[in-house]
Each structure stands twice: as C-alpha cells, then as structure tokens.
C-alpha cells in the first residue's frame, strides 16, 4: 500500500452549492466517487476530522459520521495511531457494458416496421399522467406507501373491474384481480404458480411470439403446439397431459386471426374436462376497426379462464403494468407468488393508472389512438395492394400490425430480409414465431409489420420503404 496524505481539494466537493442537511450526504458522495475513481487510492490517509472540517467549513460531527458511514461500507479502514485511510480493495472498477442483441439492429435502422413497438413521442399522455400523478400524491392515503396486499392496489383493481367489464367484457370482482408488471411478467407468476401445483406442459399457439415460448420453458414446462388455421388456434390437440393453453382469441399474435366461436366453445369444453386453464393474452384487444371489439373469451367462464391485460399497446409498454383476472382458485396462489417474489409493482403508478381509467382519460386516449391507428393501417394496406398478387394483407381487421404475406413462388422472407437490411429497415417475419423456427412451411412466408412504432409524419415514408423492398425481393427471384 501506498500511504500518502490528501487534502480537501483531492475531493472536488464545492458545498457552497449543497443545501446545508445534504451537506453529510454531499461528503460520502465525493468520497465515495473520489475512491472508486481512484483519485483517492488504496492506502491513501484522509485528513484528520478536525482538519477536513475545517477546510470545508462543516461541523467536525458531520465529518466523523461521513467517515463512519463510508468505514461501515467498507471503502475506508482505521489505522492503529487512529487515522483512516482508503481500504485496499477499492479503486476504480472497469465497467463493462451489458451486452444488447438488439442494439446493433437499432443502430443502424432508419425506418421500423416491427410489432409490438409504440411512436413513443406522439402516444404516451404525458400531460394527463403528470396531472395524474399530481393529484394521487394529493390524495392517496399514507397505507400507499406501506407494503400493502400482493395482488396490488385496491384503488386499481376496482377501476380495473369496471373497465374491463364495459370494454372487454370481463367478468371479476376486484378480489380476483392481480396487478403485474405486463403480460410476460404475468405468464410468469402463472408458470411458476403451475408448476408448482404439477403442470409439466403448456400448449402455445403456433405460431406465437418466441419470448414467451422462452418464459414458459425457462419454467421448465414442456411447450405443446396448437397450429393455428383461419378459425384460430386448433384447440382439437389438447390433451389431457396438457396443465394449461396460452392464447390470443381477439387478434392472434402474430397471423391476426379472430379465435372463432366453435374454437373458444370447445376451449371452454377442454378446461372443464380437464381442470386445464386457459390463459388469454388480450394485448391488443381495445383495437379493433371492423366492428364491436371482439369480447374477451374470460366472459364465457371466468373460473377456467386466466384473463391478462396490459398497458403496453396502450399507454405505453415501459410503464410496465398488467393485470392477471383469476378463477377464484387461483388467486391465492398467484397473489402469494407474488408476495414471495417482491416484484409487485409500485403503488403510485398502479394509483396513476386508477385515476386515468376512473376520469375517463383511458377511453379518450384510445379513441384518438384507434383513429390515428386505423389511418395507417389503410395507408399501409392501399399500398401493399398495389404490389399485386405477389403479397397480400391479412390479420388487418384489428391490433398494431399486420401480416404480409409473400405469394408462393414470389420472394421469401430472406430475400425480404436482406433487402430490408440494406435499406436500413427494421421488419419481423412469420418463420421465428413458428415453433419449428425458420424451417416452417416454406407456403406460410411473411412479413409481420407493425404501424404503430414511426411517427404519423414519417409513416408515408416507412410505407414507401416497405413496398420498395417488397418489390426489390421480388426481383431477384
Ligand atoms: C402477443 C403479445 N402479447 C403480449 C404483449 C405485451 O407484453 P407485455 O405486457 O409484457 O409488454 C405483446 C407485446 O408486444 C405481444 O406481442
């Protein structure tokens, strides 16, 4: 170790700009930075208290405190004479970056057509929730800022109840409701809690959104695939070793078929038979353009069927919030799934989110959304039809994308692909969300494009990129 003394000028601390009671707070930060930073390194003596304190103008306790908090955390040590010192095992720390997957994809795209992303800068309600969270801090009750019950807020189950009754047709009680941080947290707590009670597999519509294959396998359940054809996903496959069937009945991810009513009927049939449950992913259901929303398959029996909602396609998905409406015996055991795992998710915004749904904010957010939505969907159908028979558009009567599909014998997803990727163009294709990965059928070939995530001004341009890399791929066949 190397000793040697420092003075106050080694911390960068100017307190003339610190509030007196942030003064202690201010010294530990600089410490603390100072140390990891490695201007003040491992066997580095500070200043004697009295010293410091007289060179920063601080009272003499403030500085005894600071160094008693940093020796508690282990970057300072005494010396036998009685003077502190830096510890040895400090210094800086290298920060390596997390690596990002998709970070290299980001980079380099100018235009994105993905699903499942939102125009950030043009939908979030920033003002009503700012004038939201305003008014819940006048208002909630001090218990907000308790621990409180796993299953979340009362405050936004109730709101909840009743919205979900009138948009979607849910029928539950506040009791049966579980706040959760989005659907995948949601499937989570639900595979945890089924493996627990003995399911070993679970059927997945295929094709499906590859992540929540993976959620449900990391719980190590086994994923059975239910292929999905124009009624919806074939439900004629379970069977009775199967402990639950993840599906999406309002607008299948991603093909966008409507899940049919002899499909849901018989659904219904096999979670009766079996003690099966149904667990349905209603990610997009308030978007709807033909008709009445398609009502919620939970309606048809509430004690077989899991409803899961999400606020990521309507307000926004980095809000991180969604519910989880339960049989009734299911709820104490997810909401102590909950309870052990910690993450429920914060109060205030599960209050904010009350409020916006309770003041009719929620309604008329999304009535300016679907109007917006609904242009760029016939924007974006008007000019793949221009393509000719090489490409047509399905799954376009609701939800934030739809599915180009390529003709057979007209270009392939690699071929679409690669000219996507040398016009700097984010697209997702039908083959990774098939079970059997990009070895699909070779028949079922498609773009999945999704109109929510570029802004209304530069959506005409996307769509004209998109229709030149269609026709760019047609070419090289
Ligand atoms: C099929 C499907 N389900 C659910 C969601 C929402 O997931 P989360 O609530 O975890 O954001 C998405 C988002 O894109 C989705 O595509």
Do not use: N
């Not at 939201?132 to 006048?138: M, N, Q, Y």
């Not at 995530?453 to 229709?467: I, K």
């Amino acid at each position: 170790l190397t000793s040697s003394r420092t003075s106050s000028r080694d911390l960068h601390l100017d307190l003339d700009v610190v509030a007196p009671r942030r003064r202690r707070a201010a010294l530990e930060d600089a410490l603390r930075d100072a140390i990891r930073g490695g201007r003040l390194g491992p066997g580095t003596v500070l200043p004697s208290s009295r010293g410091l304190a007289h060179d920063l103008g601080l009272g003499r306790g403030t500085v005894v405190e600071a160094y008693s908090q940093l020796l508690a955390e282990g970057y300072l040590v005494t010396r036998p004479g009685g003077s502190t010192m830096v510890a040895a095992a400090t210094g800086p720390v290298p920060v390596a970056r997390a690596s990002s997957r998709s970070s290299a994809v980001v980079s380099r795209t100018r235009v994105d057509l993905r699903p499942g992303l939102l125009d950030l800068a043009g939908t979030f309600p920033r003002a009503a929730w700012f004038r939201a969270v305003r008014s819940v801090l006048a208002s909630a009750p001090d218990s907000a800022f308790d621990y409180g019950d796993p299953r979340g807020r009362p405050e936004l189950r109730e709101a909840l109840t009743a919205y979900l009754a009138r948009a979607r047709g849910v029928v539950t009680t506040p009791d049966r409701i579980v706040i959760c941080a989005g659907f995948a947290h949601g499937l989570s707590l639900l595979c945890e809690t089924l493996r627990a009670a003995g399911v070993s597999a679970v059927a997945m519509e295929d094709p499906c959104l590859p992540a929540h294959r993976a959620v449900v396998r990391r719980h190590g359940l086994a994923v059975v695939a239910m292929p999905v054809d124009g009624d919806g996903a074939q439900v004629g496959v379970l069977g009775a070793g199967v402990g639950a069937a993840v599906v999406t009945p309002a607008h299948q991810y991603p093909t966008g078929v409507t899940l049919q009513p002899r499909r849901r009927t018989e659904l219904v049939a096999w979670a009766r038979a079996t003690g099966g449950v149904v667990i349905e992913d209603d990610y997009d259901g308030e978007f709807r353009y033909d008709r009445q929303p398609v009502g919620a398959l939970q309606g048809l029996d509430p004690d077989h069927v899991v409803y899961v909602g999400t606020a990521s396609k309507t307000i926004a998905p980095g809000v991180r919030l969604g519910w989880l409406v339960l049989p009734p015996a299911l709820v104490d055991a997810v909401a102590d799934m909950q309870r052990v795992g910690g993450a429920v998710p914060p109060a205030l915004d599960q209050l904010v989110l009350a409020e916006l749904i309770r003041s009719g904010q929620v309604d008329r957010h999304l009535r300016r959304l679907r109007l917006g939505y609904r242009r760029r969907r016939d924007m974006l159908i008007a000019a793949l039809d221009q393509l000719g028979p090489d490409v047509t558009t399905t799954g376009i009567a609701a939800g934030l994308h739809l599915v180009a599909r390529l003709s057979e014998g007209a270009a392939t997803e690699d071929d679409v692909r690669a000219a996507a990727e040398g016009r700097g163009v984010a697209l997702a294709f039908l083959g990774p969300h098939y079970h059997g990965g990009v070895d699909h059928d070779l028949r079922d070939q498609g773009v999945v494009v999704g109109y929510a995530r570029q802004s209304a001004a530069r959506f005409p341009r996307a769509v004209r990129e998109l229709t030149a890399i269609l026709r760019d791929a047609s070419s090289l066949r």
